[in-house]
């Protein structure tokens, strides 16, 4: 399905407008199995008679996410744009540096905590900053392993949030004992794939409030990590969204829009016909990146369309045509109440030209007042004009640690030095007034 509308109908009256080891993959269990296999991975969601039972609780590790079953693992994670289908669709891209898998917890045959997992070889001294990325290059030219390390993770190197999901309804004690089994059942198959690095992706400040004891108990340390912007959406027009916003931005974005009447916006369910044409604006807007995280920024090839194909109508393009060229995509998901931007793609000679970014921006807001969504998850990136835009950021965190025994304490005590968010240079400019959500808690 597709629609397409001209800005001029947007705004009114002003606007017209490295892989795992196969057999700890493989479904086997980490911990004692003390259930039949085969009820570990389904279950009738229906059940009502069910109780949580801690000596009854069992971990395992999943080589697939196609082992676990998709309304389980949804339960777990409540209106949640990025759901099964989606973590399905990241498995079947071919990548060149991630491999993926799954860990679950089960408590008398159900699923009670289960997360996505990836592992990659890479480079410690990422976070530390230029600066000490020059001591640690001429180190890594000497002994690359001391830098380039392989790291099993938590999380989906594709989201801006670790995706942790616990059972609703569990109290927190239990909910502490399931995110324990995850942990340990994720140390283990570290340990027998001779990993030594183990980390948490983008751990939301919500998350790290409950769950930042155990962490510290089991010895990782906190890294400040990119914030994720959103913008709250309470209007039920765009005449009430631009009224939220200063004076100045509402005169700029009235003349970016005016300029912008000839734009065609179009919202496609498929990306038949546009593959290539994405790819290309996708890698040009990565060449333009402002901040590079490794082997973070280099999205698999076949990333689009297994997302358009894998998530039965909720991942959406929304494209930006001048004529019949195409200047700018963006991927979302919509999920009930929220919309999660994924990636954007621009042909910068004709974007900049255009204002598209405002234009997509103006479009997607839209998009959002029209369907009744009251969130936009805008990512980590561009946060000087998303501040201006309305957004706000909130902090996440990458906890990490080195299981060894001399390492590990170097790695703790260098990990006080590092943050990904003083690499952005939006965040560095904004400084203190970058438009930081309150947190409940600062964690570690």
Known sequence: MTSARSIKALLQPEINVGAIAPQMLSGQSILEDRTNPSESNHFDCRQNDWRFDTSALITRIHGSIDEIDRAAWNLLYPNNPESWNHYRAIERMPSDNFTYSAVAAYSGGRLVGAAPMFRVDYRLDDPLGPRSQAVTAWIGRRAPQATRMPVMGLGSPWSDECHVGI???????QRSEVFEGLLAATTKCAAANNVRVLALKDVTDDDSHWAKGILKKHQFSAIPS?????LDLPFSSMDEYLASLSANMRKDLRSKMRKAKSIRIEIRDSIEGLEA??????KQTQDNRKASYDCFDVLPDSYFRHMMEGLEGRAKLLLCWIGDRLGLVNLFIVENDRVVGKYL??????????NLYFVNWM??????IENGISSMQVGQSCYGVKARLGCKLHRSWVYAKHSGTFVGPIVRAMSRFAAFDKMDPDLREMGKDAPYAAAMKQPI
Request: net charge negative.
């Open 345 to 354: 793609g621009m042909d910068y000679e004709v974007s900049r030209k255009n």
């Open 363 to 368: 479009s997607t807001v839209n998009y959002c």
């Open 277 to 282: 044409d994405i790819l290309r604006l996708y």
């Open 167 to 173: 059972l609703p309804g569990l109290d927190d004690q």
């Open 226 to 230: 990119l914030p994720v912007a959103t």
